[in-house]
């Protein structure tokens, strides 16, 4: 499937241009997340370098961007590129979906604005921390060259890794409260299955390099 995508960066037309603005909204994303995790884990006073909701609305736009630039390359005829067009209308949900998780992620911090630390359990709350920033990188890579093998083991660490880790996590925190102080156990809950989601959409971006566009966001 994403062989055509790739195809169509040959060509000059409205989705060649709708691919570009996919790549430019998955740059906002990496930037978005490193920000706000910055924000909320390195910081006591919320700061963050960047704009975070600015750029989200920028994410916005560029989603409704690519819609039209989609829907006139197809009423314009053209057909033959419609499972490439389908694909792209796909995943800007995904990437408008992890701005918008960064910019819960920068609320967060304000609502808490000292450094977040997890306590006893700040070594697996970092491990999954880690692995989401890894997981988007590779994700951004696997999609822009068309990378299998890489989006295949994506697929498989997220599964392994951080998806079955921070619902332990957050298991251990709702219901062992293995966090003492309500705060700062309701703010990891909430950043954990922030973090949850965000590499979960990045899998579904990572999904469209190897799955036909039905079963973008599944198992191959």
Same mark, same amino acid.
């Given at each position: ?10 060509? +000059? ?133 068309? +990378? ?19 619902? +332990? ?6 219901? +062992? ?44």
């Amino acid at each position: 499937m994403l062989r055509n995508i790739i195809h169509l960066l040959r060509k +000059d037309n409205l989705q060649s241009q709708a691919l570009a603005e996919c790549h430019e909204m998955l740059a906002l994303c990496e930037q978005m997340v490193g920000a706000s995790v910055e924000s909320l884990r390195r910081r006591d006073d919320a700061t963050v370098e960047i704009d975070i909701l600015t750029m989200d609305k920028r994410l916005n736009a560029f989603e409704r961007d690519v819609r039209r630039k989609i829907m006139t390359h197809l009423a314009l005829g053209h057909t033959g590129d419609l499972a490439a067009g389908l694909v792209l209308v796909s995943i800007v949900i995904d990437l408008e979906r992890i701005g918008d998780y960064s910019k819960n992620i920068y609320d967060l911090a304000v609502m808490h604005p000292e450094r977040l630390d997890g306590g006893h359990i700040e070594e697996s709350v970092a491990k999954v921390e880690k692995d989401t920033v890894d997981i988007l990188k590779r994700a951004r890579r696997a999609f822009k060259t068309g +990378d299998e093998t890489e989006a295949r083991a994506l697929m498989r660490d997220y599964k392994d890794g951080v998806s079955g880790r921070s619902r +332990d996590l957050e298991r251990a925190l709702v219901k +062992d409260g293995i966090v003492e102080d309500a705060r700062n156990a309701t703010a990891l809950a909430l950043y954990l299955r922030f973090l949850k989601r965000i590499s979960a959409h990045a899998r579904n971006l990572a999904s469209s390099v190897v799955n036909p566009f039905d079963r973008i966001g599944y198992p191959e």
